[in-house]
C-alpha cells in the first residue's frame, strides 16, 4: 500500500524529529494499537526505545506470554514484563466504582513507569498508542457538550504528573489505518488482527468489587467464548468481543444439586473505529453450544447472557 509507504516514512521523521537524541518508554497493552506504535519507534529510534508490558493482573488467560513471546519473536524488540498484579489487585480491593478503578490503575500505571524510566537511567519521552477516536471520545460525545463518559487512562494528562514528554505517533489514524500501517511495518497477520483490549483490562469487565477469584472465573470463561468464536470462523467479523463477570450469583440446578454461582454476559459487537456499535447477531445454535460449554466446564458461572445492546446507548465495554 504506497499510501502506508508514505505515511510510515513521513511518521518516522516526525519521530526522529520531536524525540531528537533521547530515550522513549513505550508502554506495551498488548493491543494493535502500543504494538503498532512500538514497532515504529522501534524503526525510528532503535534501541534508544525501551518497552514495558506491565501485567496488572487484569490480563485475559495466557496474555503476557504471547504478548512478550510476539515481540521477541517477531520484532527483534525486546520487552520488560513487569509482573505488578500484587500491586494493582491490591488497590483495587474493595473498589467498585468504575471511574475509580481506572483512577486507581491509570496512576499505578504511571508509578510503573516512573519505576521503569529510572531503571534505564531516565527517559524524556513516554511513547502511547493513542488513536483519533481515543482523542475526540474523552473530549466530547456525539458533537455535543464536553462530556467525559469514561476516563481512558492512556489519554492526557499522564506524562505531564511524570514529567515526560508525550510521543503519540498514531495520534491521526483509526484503528483500520493503524492495522493497515502494522502489517506495512510487518508485524505478524495474527496479531494485527486481535481485537482490542482496554488499557484497564478485566477490571473494567467485571463489575462491582474485583477479586482473584472472580479474574479467575472470568479468564476461563473468556478463553472459551473467544475459542468458540475461532472454532466458528467468527473471529474476523467481530470488532471485539469478551465476557463480563456480573456482581451478582443466581440459582441453579446441576445433576441433583442447587448451585449458586455467578452469572456473565457475552458481549460481541460489530464496529468500524469502536465509536459506534452493532451487537453481533449469533445463531441461536452458537449461543447454546456456548453458554453449555461456559456452563459445563467454568466452576463459578451457572448462568450465562447475552449482551443485545448496541452503541450508543451502550459502551462496548460495561464500565
Ligand atoms: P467503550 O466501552 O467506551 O469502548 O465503548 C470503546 C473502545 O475503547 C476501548 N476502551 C479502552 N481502551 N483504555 C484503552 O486503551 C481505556 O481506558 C479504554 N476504555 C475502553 C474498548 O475496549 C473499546 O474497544
Same mark, same amino acid.
Request: with cysteine; charged share 25%.
Given at each position: 500500500d504506497w499510501t502506508m509507504g508514505a505515511y510510515r516514512e513521513q511518521a518516522v521523521d516526525a519521530i526522529r524529529e520531536q524525540?531528537?537524541?533521547?530515550? =522513549?518508554?513505550?508502554?506495551?497493552?498488548?493491543?494493535?494499537?502500543?504494538?503498532?506504535?512500538?514497532?515504529?519507534?522501534?524503526?525510528? $529510534?532503535?534501541?534508544?526505545?525501551?518497552?514495558?508490558? =506491565?501485567?496488572?493482573?487484569?490480563?485475559?488467560?495466557?496474555?503476557?506470554?504471547?504478548?512478550?513471546?510476539?515481540f521477541r519473536d517477531n520484532m527483534n524488540l525486546s520487552v520488560i514484563h513487569a509482573d505488578e498484579s500484587d500491586l494493582f489487585l491490591t488497590a483495587l480491593e474493595g473498589v467498585s466504582d468504575p471511574e475509580q478503578k481506572r483512577k486507581i490503575i491509570g496512576a499505578l500505571f504511571i508509578e510503573v513507569f516512573e519505576k521503569h524510566a529510572r531503571a534505564i537511567g531516565g527517559a524524556e519521552f513516554l511513547a502511547q498508542g493513542t488513536l483519533y477516536p481515543d482523542v475526540i471520545?474523552? =473530549?466530547?460525545?456525539?458533537?455535543g457538550p464536553s462530556v467525559t463518559i469514561k476516563s481512558h487512562h492512556n489519554v492526557g494528562g499522564l506524562p505531564e504528573k511524570m514529567g515526560m514528554k508525550l510521543v503519540e505517533p498514531l495520534r491521526e489514524l483509526f484503528k483500520d489505518e493503524v492495522r493497515a500501517l502494522g502489517r506495512e511495518l510487518g508485524l505478524p497477520d495474527s496479531f494485527i488482527g486481535r481485537h482490542p483490549f482496554p488499557g484497564p483490562g478485566l477490571a473494567i469487565r467485571c463489575p462491582g468489587e474485583i477479586t482473584r477469584e472472580k479474574l479467575a472465573i472470568l479468564r476461563e470463561a473468556d478463553a472459551i467464548f473467544i475459542d468458540q468464536i475461532r472454532r466458528h470462523g467468527l473471529y474476523d467479523d467481530i470488532?471485539?468481543?469478551? =465476557?463480563? $463477570?456480573?456482581?451478582?450469583?443466581?440459582?441453579?440446578?446441576?445433576?441433583?444439586?442447587?448451585?449458586?454461582?455467578?452469572?456473565c454476559a457475552l458481549r460481541a459487537v460489530s464496529s468500524v473505529d469502536g465509536m459506534t456499535a452493532d451487537y453481533y447477531p449469533f445463531s441461536h445454535d452458537f449461543l447454546s453450544e456456548t453458554a453449555t460449554r461456559i456452563i459445563n466446564s467454568v466452576r463459578g458461572i451457572n448462568r450465562v447472557t447475552y449482551d443485545i445492546t448496541s452503541k450508543p446507548p451502550g459502551t462496548i465495554e460495561w464500565e
Amino acid at each position: 500500500d504506497w499510501t502506508m509507504g508514505a505515511y510510515r516514512e513521513q511518521a518516522v521523521d516526525a519521530i526522529r524529529e520531536q524525540v531528537g537524541d533521547a530515550r =522513549v518508554l513505550c508502554a506495551l497493552s498488548g493491543g494493535v494499537d502500543s504494538s503498532v506504535a512500538a514497532a515504529l519507534l522501534h524503526e525510528a $529510534i532503535g534501541d534508544r526505545l525501551t518497552c514495558v508490558f =506491565v501485567d496488572h493482573g487484569l490480563l485475559r488467560k495466557n496474555e503476557a506470554e504471547e504478548v512478550v513471546g510476539m515481540f521477541r519473536d517477531n520484532m527483534n524488540l525486546s520487552v520488560i514484563h513487569a509482573d505488578e498484579s500484587d500491586l494493582f489487585l491490591t488497590a483495587l480491593e474493595g473498589v467498585s466504582d468504575p471511574e475509580q478503578k481506572r483512577k486507581i490503575i491509570g496512576a499505578l500505571f504511571i508509578e510503573v513507569f516512573e519505576k521503569h524510566a529510572r531503571a534505564i537511567g531516565g527517559a524524556e519521552f513516554l511513547a502511547q498508542g493513542t488513536l483519533y477516536p481515543d482523542v475526540i471520545e474523552s =473530549v466530547s460525545f456525539s458533537g455535543g457538550p464536553s462530556v467525559t463518559i469514561k476516563s481512558h487512562h492512556n489519554v492526557g494528562g499522564l506524562p505531564e504528573k511524570m514529567g515526560m514528554k508525550l510521543v503519540e505517533p498514531l495520534r491521526e489514524l483509526f484503528k483500520d489505518e493503524v492495522r493497515a500501517l502494522g502489517r506495512e511495518l510487518g508485524l505478524p497477520d495474527s496479531f494485527i488482527g486481535r481485537h482490542p483490549f482496554p488499557g484497564p483490562g478485566l477490571a473494567i469487565r467485571c463489575p462491582g468489587e474485583i477479586t482473584r477469584e472472580k479474574l479467575a472465573i472470568l479468564r476461563e470463561a473468556d478463553a472459551i467464548f473467544i475459542d468458540q468464536i475461532r472454532r466458528h470462523g467468527l473471529y474476523d467479523d467481530i470488532w471485539q468481543a469478551f =465476557v463480563a $463477570i456480573l456482581p451478582v450469583r443466581t440459582v441453579g440446578v446441576m445433576g441433583d444439586g442447587r448451585t449458586y454461582d455467578f452469572a456473565c454476559a457475552l458481549r460481541a459487537v460489530s464496529s468500524v473505529d469502536g465509536m459506534t456499535a452493532d451487537y453481533y447477531p449469533f445463531s441461536h445454535d452458537f449461543l447454546s453450544e456456548t453458554a453449555t460449554r461456559i456452563i459445563n466446564s467454568v466452576r463459578g458461572i451457572n448462568r450465562v447472557t447475552y449482551d443485545i445492546t448496541s452503541k450508543p446507548p451502550g459502551t462496548i465495554e460495561w464500565e
